[in-house]
């Protein structure tokens, strides 16, 4: 079966709640790829933004690498001229 048509970046807007595969843990906390949408790599930075109600709790136990959670896209940037979506957590 062929792969489902991903969705273009323009379709993806702050508030946004996103499945996203965990494709690495940082020392400042993990990286992600958005699903379901044109390549695009997504991170969450659990020291900068530790004070924030749930970040805690996933600094505190990151998900697998490999793992789809659910998150809030942020903001769309682009990163060395390709876009990266900086996320939030879902409140659940």
């Given at each position: 079966?062929?792969?489902?048509?991903?969705?273009?970046?323009?379709?993806?807007?702050?508030?946004?709640?996103?499945?996203?595969?965990?494709?690495?843990?940082?020392?400042?906390?993990?990286?992600?790829?958005?699903?379901?949408?044109?390549?695009?790599?997504?991170?969450?930075?659990?020291?900068?933004?530790?004070?924030?109600?749930?970040?805690?709790?996933?600094?505190?136990?990151?998900?697998?690498?490999?793992?789809?959670?659910?998150?809030?896209?942020?903001e769309l940037r682009s990163w060395h001229h390709a876009p990266w979506v900086w996320v939030d957590l879902t409140?659940?």
């Amino acid at each position: 079966m062929p792969d489902e048509p991903r969705r273009p970046l323009r379709d993806i807007h702050a508030g946004d709640r996103v499945q996203a595969t965990i494709t690495s843990h940082q020392p400042w906390g993990l990286t992600a790829e958005i699903n379901g949408y044109e390549p695009v790599g997504a991170s969450l930075d659990v020291i900068r933004r530790g004070s924030e109600l749930g970040v805690g709790r996933i600094a505190d136990a990151l998900p697998a690498v490999g793992s789809t959670v659910e998150l809030i896209v942020a903001e769309l940037r682009s990163w060395h001229h390709a876009p990266w979506v900086w996320v939030d957590l879902t409140s659940a």
